[in-house]
């Protein structure tokens, strides 16, 4: 059982940043794909990055490509997703997600969802 929470959302201007932050507790957490995904009122969660288990390899959503960067530290049993340039179409509640397998772009079957963090994007 891997138990996930997010935290680092908040209300930014366009053009800010922000960090978002995703402990996980529980174990084998190191062992585990992240990834982000996020979901806009009215919308379907979507994908927004993802990395793997050991940090080699990430993906990012077209969207957010060299805007937003994902990367984990074992160590602290954390994953992050520093988002720059922010932009108002980036306002959505973003959910941290681990797979013991692989994460794909597609929101199903993930073996594990965070409660989601907001993160609102003003003009």
């Known amino acids: 059982q891997v138990q996930?929470?997010?935290?680092?959302?908040?209300?930014?201007?366009?053009?800010?940043?922000?960090?978002?932050?995703?402990a996980a507790s529980g174990r084998t957490y190191s062992y585990y794909h992240m990834g982000w995904f996020r979901q806009a009122p009215g919308k379907e969660r979507e994908f927004v990055a993802r990395i793997s288990w050991n940090g080699g390899s990430t993906y990012y959503a077209d969207s957010v490509r060299?805007?937003?960067?994902?990367?984990?530290?074992?160590?602290?049993?954390?994953?992050?997703?520093?988002?720059?340039?922010l932009k108002p179409e980036?306002?959505?509640?973003?959910?941290?997600?681990?797979?013991?397998?692989?994460?794909?772009?597609?929101p199903v079957g993930v073996d594990y969802w965070g409660q989601g963090t907001q993160v609102t994007v003003s003009s």
Do not use: H, P, W
Request: charged share 20%.
């Open 4 to 22: 996930l929470v997010e935290s680092g959302g908040g209300l930014v201007q366009a053009g800010g940043s922000l960090r978002l932050s995703c």
């Open 66 to 85: 060299g805007r937003f960067t994902i990367s984990r530290d074992n160590a602290k049993n954390t994953v992050y997703l520093q988002m720059n340039s």
């Open 90 to 106: 980036d306002t959505a509640v973003y959910y941290c997600a681990a797979d013991e397998i692989a994460l794909t772009t597609r």
